[in-house]
C-alpha cells in the first residue's frame, strides 16, 4: 500500500526537489510556499494519471534512475492505521522512528538474495530432488593444493588491495577499545586440555613428528590445539555456544566472492538458524533466500553458517604461511563485509568504523599468526583492513606459548562473541517488519560492490566493544 506522501513524491521527484531539503525541525515560508505549488501541481497530475505502480517493481527498477529521498519536516504526518502521527513526537516516546518512515532505496537490490547461476545448481540437484553426498564433496570441497592455488601468488595481495581490502593496518589503525579487546583476548586464561600432545612431557616429540610433514598430518595432530573447535566445546558443556556452527575444509559456495573464487577455509566458525528468532530469521529471509543453498548472499558463507566472524588456514613451512594469511584476508573481509552491510540496512554502520568485526590463524608446524579484521567507513565508501595481533613461535622456550592461541580462540568465543551476536540481533531487530521485499531472480553476482542502505534515521543507542562490555558478558 502506498502512503500519501509516497504517492505525492512519485509523481514529481525531479519537479525542483534536486535542492537540498531543510532539516527536519525547519520549517521556512518559502518550503511552505514551494509545497503549496507542488501539491497543486500533484493534485492535477493524480487527476489523470493516478500512480498504479506496484511497491515492489519500484523497489526492484534501475538503480540507475534518480532517487529522492523523503524528508520529515517538522509537521509532516504519517498515516499508520488510519491514525496521524508525527514521526518526531512518535520518536520521542519511543526512542525508534515509525517503521513507514523506512522506505527501501533501490540501492538496496545488490544485497537481495542471489539464484545461484544453473550451473553450479547442477551438479548438486537429482532428478528426484536429492543431493547425493559425492555430489556434496565434489562441489564443496576442493583438494588443497587447487583451492590454494589462486593465493600463491603475491600479486594476489595487489588485486584484493584494488578492491578495497588491504593486508596491512589503516593510518588510524583500530579503536582504543579494539585495542582492549586484543589485549583482554590475549591475557585471559582459559581451562586447557589434561591430556594432549602438547602435554608438557610429550610435547617436543609431538613437534618432531609433524616436521616436513604435509597439512594434512599438521591439521591431523595439532590444528585443535591451535584453533579450538567451537562445537566440541559445546558438547562438553558450553552451552553458550550451542548458537555456533563451523565448517571445516568447506567451501563458502553460499557467499558473495570479493576477488577472485569463493574461499574454501580449513577452519571457519559462524552463527547457525538457531542464533536468531523466528522474527529475525523472517526479516533475513530477503537477504539470503527461502532454502539458503540455493541462494548467495552477503549474510551467508555456507547454507548453514550466518555471518562468520573465524577463520583458519593450516599450512607448511614460513613461505606457505603467506599464502595462508590471503586466504584468511579473504574469507575474513566477505567476513566483515557482511556484518558492514547489515548494519547499513538500518544506518548504522558508523558504529563499526575501525571496530574487530573478526578474527584470523594462520599457522604451521612450529608459527602462528593471529590477526584482527575491521572496516574504515567513510559514508558511502568502506574499506577492509587486518590488524596484526599477535606472531610467536609456539616451540619456543619449551613451548611456553604452545596454549596462547588456544586461549585466544576459547575468549574470542567467550567474551567477545556473544556480545557481537547481540549487536547483530539488535541490528536485525531495528530492520521493520512490515518492508515488501523479494528476493532477487537476477544471478550472483561476481564480485562486491559497496553499499549505501536504508534511508533512516541513525540508532540512538550505540554500543562499543569497551570494558564495561566485556565485564557484562562474563556476568
Given at each position: 500500500m502506498l502512503f500519501p506522501q509516497e504517492q505525492n513524491v512519485s509523481r514529481d521527484r525531479n519537479i525542483k526537489l534536486k535542492q537540498s531539503f531543510p532539516s527536519p525541525i525547519s520549517n521556512t515560508p518559502s518550503i511552505k510556499i514551494e509545497n503549496r505549488q507542488l501539491k497543486r501541481k500533484r493534485s492535477q497530475n493524480e487527476a489523470t494519471t493516478p500512480s498504479i505502480i506496484p511497491f515492489e517493481k519500484r523497489l526492484r527498477s534501475s538503480i540507475s534512475q534518480p532517487h529522492t529521498e523523503d524528508t520529515a519536516c517538522e509537521n509532516t504526518v504519517i498515516d499508520i492505521c488510519e491514525k496521524k502521527i508525527d514521526p518526531l513526537e512518535y520518536w520521542t516516546r519511543e526512542l525508534r522512528w515509525p517503521n513507514e518512515y523506512f522506505e527501501p532505496e533501490k540501492n538496496m537490490n545488490h544485497l537481495l538474495a542471489k539464484k545461484k547461476s544453473s550451473s553450479s545448481l547442477r551438479s548438486k540437484q537429482s532428478e528426484a530432488g536429492y543431493t547425493p553426498p559425492t555430489s556434496i564433496t565434489n562441489t564443496d570441497q576442493k583438494p588443497r593444493e587447487v583451492k590454494s592455488a589462486p593465493y600463491t601468488r603475491p600479486s594476489y595481495t595487489t588485486g584484493l588491495a584494488t578492491k578495497g581490502s588491504f593486508m596491512n593496518k589503516s593510518d588510524l589503525s583500530i579503536t582504543d577499545a579494539s585495542k582492549n579487546l586484543c589485549r583482554i583476548l590475549l591475557e585471559t586464561e582459559q581451562k586447557i586440555p589434561e591430556d594432549s600432545l602438547f602435554r608438557d612431557d610429550i610435547f617436543e616429540k609431538s613437534c618432531r613428528k609433524i616436521q616436513d610433514r604435509n597439512e594434512a598430518r599438521v591439521v591431523q595432530d595439532i590444528a585443535r590445539?591451535?584453533?579450538?573447535?567451537?562445537?566440541?566445546?559445546?558438547?562438553?558443556?558450553?552451552?553458550?555456544?550451542?548458537?555456533?556452527?563451523?565448517?571445516?575444509?568447506?567451501?563458502?559456495?553460499?557467499?558473495?566472492?570479493?576477488?577472485?573464487?569463493?574461499?574454501?577455509?580449513?577452519?571457519?566458525?559462524?552463527?547457525?538458524?538457531?542464533?536468531?528468532?523466528?522474527?529475525?530469521?523472517?526479516?533475513?529471509?530477503?537477504?539470503?533466500?527461502?532454502?539458503?543453498?540455493?541462494?548467495?548472499?552477503?549474510?551467508?558463507?555456507?547454507?548453514?553458517?550466518?555471518?562468520?566472524?573465524?577463520?583458519?588456514?593450516?599450512?607448511?613451512?614460513?613461505?606457505?604461511?603467506?599464502?595462508?594469511?590471503?586466504?584468511?584476508?579473504?574469507?575474513?573481509?566477505?567476513?566483515?563485509?557482511?556484518?558492514?552491510?547489515?548494519?547499513?540496512?538500518?544506518?548504522?554502520?558508523?558504529?563499526?568504523?575501525?571496530?574487530?568485526?573478526?578474527?584470523?590463524?594462520?599457522?604451521?608446524?612450529?608459527?602462528?599468526?593471529?590477526?584482527?579484521?575491521?572496516?574504515?567507513?567513510?559514508?558511502?565508501?568502506?574499506?577492509?583492513?587486518?590488524?596484526?595481533?599477535?606472531?610467536?613461535?609456539?616451540?619456543?622456550?619449551?613451548?611456553?606459548?604452545?596454549?596462547?592461541?588456544?586461549?585466544?580462540?576459547?575468549?574470542?568465543?567467550?567474551?567477545?562473541?556473544?556480545?557481537?551476536?547481540?549487536?547483530?540481533?539488535?541490528?536485525?531487530?531495528?530492520?521493520p517488519s512490515d518492508l515488501n521485499f523479494e528476493v532477487s531472480q537476477q544471478s550472483e553476482p561476481g564480485e562486491s560492490g559497496l553499499s549505501q542502505g536504508l534511508g533512516s534515521p541513525n540508532s540512538l543507542e550505540q554500543t562499543s566493544y569497551d570494558t564495561m562490555s566485556f565485564k557484562e558478558a562474563d556476568d
Amino acid at each position: 500500500m502506498l502512503f500519501p506522501q509516497e504517492q505525492n513524491v512519485s509523481r514529481d521527484r525531479n519537479i525542483k526537489l534536486k535542492q537540498s531539503f531543510p532539516s527536519p525541525i525547519s520549517n521556512t515560508p518559502s518550503i511552505k510556499i514551494e509545497n503549496r505549488q507542488l501539491k497543486r501541481k500533484r493534485s492535477q497530475n493524480e487527476a489523470t494519471t493516478p500512480s498504479i505502480i506496484p511497491f515492489e517493481k519500484r523497489l526492484r527498477s534501475s538503480i540507475s534512475q534518480p532517487h529522492t529521498e523523503d524528508t520529515a519536516c517538522e509537521n509532516t504526518v504519517i498515516d499508520i492505521c488510519e491514525k496521524k502521527i508525527d514521526p518526531l513526537e512518535y520518536w520521542t516516546r519511543e526512542l525508534r522512528w515509525p517503521n513507514e518512515y523506512f522506505e527501501p532505496e533501490k540501492n538496496m537490490n545488490h544485497l537481495l538474495a542471489k539464484k545461484k547461476s544453473s550451473s553450479s545448481l547442477r551438479s548438486k540437484q537429482s532428478e528426484a530432488g536429492y543431493t547425493p553426498p559425492t555430489s556434496i564433496t565434489n562441489t564443496d570441497q576442493k583438494p588443497r593444493e587447487v583451492k590454494s592455488a589462486p593465493y600463491t601468488r603475491p600479486s594476489y595481495t595487489t588485486g584484493l588491495a584494488t578492491k578495497g581490502s588491504f593486508m596491512n593496518k589503516s593510518d588510524l589503525s583500530i579503536t582504543d577499545a579494539s585495542k582492549n579487546l586484543c589485549r583482554i583476548l590475549l591475557e585471559t586464561e582459559q581451562k586447557i586440555p589434561e591430556d594432549s600432545l602438547f602435554r608438557d612431557d610429550i610435547f617436543e616429540k609431538s613437534c618432531r613428528k609433524i616436521q616436513d610433514r604435509n597439512e594434512a598430518r599438521v591439521v591431523q595432530d595439532i590444528a585443535r590445539l591451535i584453533v579450538p573447535s567451537a562445537e566440541t566445546l559445546a558438547t562438553y558443556g558450553a552451552t553458550h555456544l550451542e548458537s555456533l556452527i563451523e565448517s571445516v575444509n568447506e567451501g563458502w559456495n553460499s557467499s558473495i566472492p570479493f576477488y577472485g573464487p569463493r574461499p574454501q577455509p580449513d577452519y571457519s566458525v559462524g552463527f547457525r538458524r538457531s542464533a536468531f528468532t523466528d522474527d529475525q530469521l523472517e526479516k533475513l529471509t530477503p537477504f539470503v533466500g527461502e532454502i539458503t543453498d540455493t541462494f548467495a548472499s552477503y549474510f551467508i558463507a555456507t547454507w548453514q553458517i550466518y555471518l562468520p566472524f573465524l577463520t583458519s588456514e593450516v599450512k607448511c613451512g614460513a613461505a606457505a604461511l603467506d599464502t595462508a594469511d590471503r586466504q584468511n584476508a579473504h574469507s575474513m573481509t566477505i567476513a566483515v563485509r557482511g556484518t558492514v552491510e547489515l548494519f547499513r540496512l538500518v544506518k548504522r554502520e558508523k558504529e563499526l568504523d575501525r571496530e574487530i568485526l573478526g578474527f584470523s590463524i594462520s599457522h604451521d608446524h612450529r608459527t602462528v599468526r593471529i590477526y584482527g579484521h575491521y572496516p574504515v567507513i567513510d559514508k558511502e565508501k568502506t574499506t577492509f583492513f587486518r590488524h596484526p595481533i599477535h606472531t610467536f613461535d609456539f616451540t619456543a622456550l619449551d613451548g611456553k606459548e604452545k596454549w596462547t592461541a588456544y586461549k585466544f580462540t576459547k575468549n574470542i568465543y567467550d567474551i567477545w562473541m556473544p556480545i557481537h551476536l547481540k549487536r547483530i540481533c539488535s541490528v536485525i531487530d531495528d530492520i521493520p517488519s512490515d518492508l515488501n521485499f523479494e528476493v532477487s531472480q537476477q544471478s550472483e553476482p561476481g564480485e562486491s560492490g559497496l553499499s549505501q542502505g536504508l534511508g533512516s534515521p541513525n540508532s540512538l543507542e550505540q554500543t562499543s566493544y569497551d570494558t564495561m562490555s566485556f565485564k557484562e558478558a562474563d556476568d
